[in-house]
């Protein structure tokens, strides 16, 4: 079974910190994703990455930055933390999409930023 | 542009009722479509895909090209249905394959 592990469930930040959330992937899946979830506003991806040291921007890349040095690793980067970016993150991972390959998803990351 | 429309933010239902969670796209080409769910604090997972064309956990859903709708059904509704639901279209992007998300139903099934 894929196992995608999120470093924390909660992360209490203050405002202007560089944040890292981590997420690792057992699987070796090629993709990864980062994205946030409010309410009534679903999943918004945020980064991607097809393979090692690739990154793609998502749908709201703004203050954010994404590391893929390895294969099973993808970090996300908030360069100087502000509230509007208290959130729950999510981090998901797939086999390179060719037909139906489903997303796996961690538990999630509720970071609050203060 | 691509789209998927989930238009009830809500649903609520009393237990054994039929369900069914609406989801719409817009998309010319050839949709792969997915529902997701995601139970009270645990991890969003896969529900079901349509090319399985199968049934989980007493849920069906089935691609209406004409309609340009997936709607996720369920026959009779128990209690620990109660979840956020996610339809997702994959689609062609040039070279690539993107995803793109509803904004999702939260569904509640009353005793």
């Known amino acids: 079974d894929v196992k995608v592990t999120q470093s924390s469930r909660y992360l209490v930040k203050r405002t202007g910190e560089k944040v890292f959330l981590e997420c690792v992937q057992d699987m070796d899946h090629e993709n990864m994703f980062w994205y946030r979830q409010d309410p009534g506003l679903g999943l918004r991806l945020i980064y991607f990455?097809?393979?090692?040291?690739?990154?793609e921007k998502g749908d709201i890349p703004e203050g954010y930055s994404v590391s893929r040095e390895k294969k099973e690793r993808f970090s996300l980067i908030l360069e100087s933390a502000s509230t509007n970016q208290t959130s729950m993150y999510l981090c998901?991972?797939?086999?390179?999409?060719?037909?139906?390959?489903?997303?796996?998803f961690g538990d999630g990351t509720r970071l609050s930023i203060l | 542009a691509q789209r998927v429309t989930q238009p009830e933010k809500l649903l609520s239902v009393f237990k054994g009722a039929p369900v069914e969670l609406k989801c719409n796209y817009s998309y010319s080409g050839s949709p792969e479509l997915f529902w997701y769910v995601q139970y009270s604090r645990q991890r969003l997972q896969l529900l079901l895909r349509h090319i399985s064309r199968e049934s989980i956990k007493g849920f069906t859903a089935d691609l209406n090209k004409g309609e340009t709708s997936f709607h996720l059904k369920k026959p009779f509704a128990q209690e620990e249905d109660s979840a956020m639901y996610y339809c997702a279209l994959v689609y062609n992007a040039g070279n690539n394959r993107k995803l793109i998300w509803g904004l999702g139903t939260s569904l509640a099934v009353n005793p």
């Open positions: 998901a991972s797939s086999l390179r999409l060719k037909g139906n390959q489903p997303q796996h």
């Open positions: 990455s097809y393979d090692v040291k690739m990154k």
